[in-house]
């Protein structure tokens, strides 16, 4: 996720696709197995939430969906792995009404998996 580019994302077709990954020190790499790259289907409520966040997005060098903060030179790395869970989606949860719940990757991972089979 923290490697997501606005060009691995079809909002006309409702998919995305998994195609690179970033590491901890924000350096981009191929996924970590050849089966790891596919597209994956978006539900339609998600769709105008990514539009209106692709207009508000700050722009990056490599057209990152989630950047981090910018650097000396004013260049955004990918949002720092820490960060996403421990205050975003807190905050999420918190705009939403629903209690704070503790983030772990993998948990998220597995979910995303659960939700994507559901979509078919």
Known sequence: M???TWESIDLEGKR???ERQASRRGEEAATKTESSVRPIPQ???LIPELR???LACPVT???LVFPGE???QGERA???ADILPRHILRRALRKA???PLRFHVVLLRGEACNDRVTLG
């Open 43 to 45: 539900p339609a409520y």
């Open 61 to 63: 060098a490599r057209g």
């Open 97 to 99: 009404g629903l209690p």
């Open 70 to 72: 910018p650097d000396a």
């Open 2 to 4: 923290r490697g997501l």
């Open 16 to 18: 995305l696709f998994v």
């Open 78 to 80: 990918p949002i720092d």
């Open 52 to 54: 209106r966040w692709k």
